[in-house]
């Protein structure tokens, strides 16, 4: 059998039928915003690896981090065992995060900091005697992670909701706020969706742990973006219930939507925020959830006495490693720049998009552009034309996207775009 041939019998895929798996490229090398084929055919990542790789593959001030720790401990259990991987890497994020997040939580990926965030929210209420608050609100067409209770307050329609009709818990689902970024905000709270908020509240307030949300961009619930108003309005209803409020920045956070953080768009600060993808910028998997004293206290008030999670691998030294040397290279840089450029040019170059017959929307935010088709896309057709054109897109449902490294060129830049456009138009 070739590699090929075993991976096409053996190995699972994402989303993926083992007994029909389609084509896949055989990526040997990966460096800067390229990719590099085992037979030599060299294409730009414009997915940043599923939005993580900022910085471009294999910087040499990450692997170099990494490989420094590697020689002196790869690994060490973080019960009862600190070390300055994980100490460097928390004052790195207290410096960066929202004013008033600096209790972290490291663990694995990112949908194991949404179950931390959730267990968190439970074990606060719990803590103080409102035993009946273990439900969560959200809205619709949000994406939260592949876990158990991750997937419960995914989409109910795009989601997995009803492949697992009856084995998810019942979660409560929002509209999804339908005043766009960049709209006008009407104050009526029946067109700005508020009032279905204000109405779940009333009914269910008693029930609720927490509101978990994307804040402004939804990503792979269909890559929407909603106006932060609703944010700062849902904080403040939130906060008369005494309902957490969960944002989830796993995809948004460190820059990619031209704030740091996402949340930085409405001002406001949630109660927990999970963070993950770009944090090691694309070199290992790795997440956090972080939280105010209030929440990290409210928990150690709680019948346990602590919190009830502990990763075998948490806070692993490589990761962390990776997560300083990656934040080190934002603190330091000059993404705020990279990013604005990426924007202003994708805005020019995917307009023309706008004017093709099967195309519905064209939207870009910070270093995500995304052509929304009538219909949904055939991720194949992406994929057989990747080496022709250079440019390697993976699009989902009606969405043709990117989300390249801050690191690309305009040159490449150009080329991602020419290839968003050529697929959008069916021009093969
Ligand atoms: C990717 C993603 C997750 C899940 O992270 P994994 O590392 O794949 O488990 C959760 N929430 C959001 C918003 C994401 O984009």
């Known amino acids: 059998m070739t590699p090929l041939e075993f991976d096409a019998h053996h190995l699972w895929h994402p989303y993926t039928n083992v007994a029909d798996p389609g084509a896949m490229h055989l990526i040997d090398r990966a460096e800067g915003v390229y990719l590099y084929r085992e037979d030599g055919a060299k294409m730009i990542d414009a997915m940043s690896s ?3 790789a900022i910085h471009g593959h294999k910087h040499p001030e990450i692997t170099s981090a990494m490989q420094s720790q590697l020689e002196k401990m790869p690994h060490v259990m973080f019960g009862g065992l600190t070390h300055h991987p994980a100490i460097d890497l928390g004052r790195r994020m207290v410096d960066m995060l929202p004013e008033g997040l600096d209790r972290i939580f490291y663990c694995d ?3 194991v900091s949404v179950e931390v965030s959730m267990k968190m929210a439970v074990q606060y209420q719990m803590a103080h005697g409102r035993t009946r608050k273990f439900e969560f609100a959200t809205i619709r067409g949000g994406y939260h992670g592949d876990t158990w209770k991750a997937m419960s307050v995914c989409d109910p329609v795009t989601g997995m909701h009803g492949l697992f009709r009856g084995a ?3 979660q409560h689902f929002l509209p999804r706020p339908q005043v766009r970024l960049g709209d006008d905000w009407p104050e009526d709270p029946a067109l700005n969706g508020l009032e279905a908020l204000e109405r779940l509240l009333a009914d269910k307030g008693n029930h609720l742990a927490a509101l978990i949300l994307e804040p402004v961009v939804q990503g792979a619930g269909g890559m929407y973006f909603y106006h932060p108003q609703w944010l700062r309005a849902a ?3 939130c906060d008369a219930y005494d309902v957490l409020i969960i944002f989830d920045e796993i995809a948004t956070g460190f820059g990619r939507t031209g704030k740091l953080f996402a949340a930085d768009h409405a001002g406001i600060t949630p109660d927990i925020m999970c963070l993950g993808k770009a944090l090691t910028g694309g070199h290992i998997s790795f997440a956090a959830t972080v939280t105010s004293k209030q929440v990290a206290y409210g928990i150690g008030n709680s019948e346990a006495g602590v919190f009830m999670h502990g990763p ?3 806070a692993n030294p490589l990761a962390c490693a990776a997560g300083s040397a990656s934040l080190r290279l934002l603190a330091e840089g000059d993404w705020q720049r990279q990013v604005a450029d990426i924007e202003d040019q994708m805005r020019t170059e995917l307009e023309p998009a706008r004017g093709l017959p099967g195309v519905a929307d064209v939207r870009v935010l910070g270093a995500i552009g995304v052509v929304e088709m009538k219909e949904s896309v055939d991720p194949s057709v992406a ?3 990747a080496p022709e054109t250079g440019v390697w897109l993976r699009p989902f449902a009606r969405n043709i996207y990117c989300m390249p490294p801050y690191i690309v060129s305009p040159d490449e830049l150009g080329r991602i775009t020419s290839a968003m ?6 021009q093969q």
């Open 235 to 237: 904080r403040a209803m």
């Open 312 to 314: 075998t691998y948490m």
């Open 421 to 426: 456009v050529a697929l959008a138009g069916g």
């Open 383 to 385: 994929h057989r034309l």
């Open 109 to 111: 990926s990112g949908s």
């Open 168 to 170: 998810l818990s019942i």
């Open 50 to 52: 599923w939005w993580c």
